[in-house]
């Protein structure tokens, strides 16, 4: 008995027979100027430290640097995003080392565009690593977040980073109105055509950001965050979260983590259609991509690809991946 007829709409497998057409069937394809790298900057100049829960990343001294970034530049690295892990700075309740001249972040910003002047230097913004409490705010005396005075120390940070040549600074803290607050202290000190502002705009209270936590020594010491970033299932929060951002002055909206959020993504990519668009595949997605490949479920390369081409066909324009110094290569291949 002959199979019956296909009805030409049903035809679809010649579309994508070859290597070459199904790369064409992608709207939008993996490129090295939408990979931005996570890296950490330590206060010992010579350091060199193992993160043994983000596997393949360490803290780094600013004093490394060179040697560090060297090589990824000539593999055409194009930005980095960097995070301040003060190891010796006395903390205090309102984070004082964030913003000091002689910390790790703005020695980094400054040591980096002397040695690379063609990377784009992205500086996260956010108090925890310096708070005594390791909050991302300032808080009242019971412990909750006083919105108005975290949103203004948030900006001061923000702004010294501008100052000392940062060319993105991307709060992460999740403090209602930063973003203004920032945006308006950029203007007022005549950068804020100078300075790009990345908000982390839908960050979630996620059970990925462990690794993370490890190696920048930002856990909280006492309670969570879950009074400041997003409930996971909080849809609707996310979209206002983000509308509200784009009301308030941000030049890049993010959303955070990824793969579990793909529909916030591509919520994003509808309510700011005219903005670019980020995503922070954060330490626990990496360390769970390096685990299972690891474990032998899956070849690595295949499925960091497959998790990175998800973020980017529900909308990114901009990865914020530690595979980043693996895609330079096999972008290249």
Not at 86 to 111: L, N, S
Not at 174 to 185: E, F, L, P, V
Not at 210 to 232: E, I, M, T, V
Request: aromatic share 8%; proline share 7%.
């Amino acid at each position: 008995m002959s199979a019956p007829s296909l009805a030409i709409s049903s035809v679809l497998q010649g579309g994508y027979a070859h290597p070459l057409s199904r790369k064409w069937q992608a709207k939008r394809s993996l490129t090295k100027e939408m990979l931005m790298y996570p890296i950490f900057i330590t206060d010992d100049p010579d350091a060199k430290v193992d993160i043994p829960s983000l596997p393949g990343q360490s803290r780094w001294g600013v004093n490394k640097l060179e040697e560090f970034l060297g090589p990824l530049v000539k593999k055409s690295l194009k930005s980095v995003i960097l995070f301040g892990v003060p190891m010796k700075c006395e903390k205090d309740e309102r984070g004082t080392p964030a913003d000091d001249p002689q910390g790790p972040v703005i020695q980094a910003i400054q040591i980096i565009r002397k040695l690379f002047p063609s990377i784009f230097i992205a500086c996260d913004v956010c108090l925890c690593e310096y708070t005594s409490h390791g909050h991302c705010g300032i808080l009242h005396e019971d412990g909750t977040i006083n919105s108005n005075p975290s949103a203004v120390r948030i900006a001061e940070v923000a702004l010294a980073y501008a100052k000392a040549g940062a060319h993105c600074v991307a709060p992460s803290d999740m403090m209602d109105g930063r973003i203004k607050a920032i945006k308006q202290a950029l203007i007022d000190n005549g950068l804020g055509n100078k300075c790009t502002l990345m908000s982390y705009s839908a960050k979630f209270a996620s059970s990925l950001y462990g690794p993370f936590r490890d190696a920048a020594g930002s856990a909280p010491s006492f309670g969570d965050r879950k009074c400041y970033q997003l409930p996971p299932n909080a849809k609707g929060l996310a979209r206002r979260a983000i509308q509200r951002d784009v009301n308030e002055g941000a030049d890049i909206i993010m959303v955070k983590p990824a793969m579990p959020y793909l529909d916030i993504i591509a919520d994003a990519a509808q309510l700011a259609p005219d903005y670019p668009l980020a995503a922070y595949q954060v330490s626990g997605e990496y360390a769970m991509v390096v685990a299972g490949a690891r474990a032998g479920v899956y070849d690595l390369k295949t499925m960091a690809f497959e998790s990175v081409e998800g973020i980017v066909r529900a909308g990114c324009t901009l990865i914020l991946t530690y595979f980043t110094p693996q895609f330079l290569d096999w972008l290249d291949e």
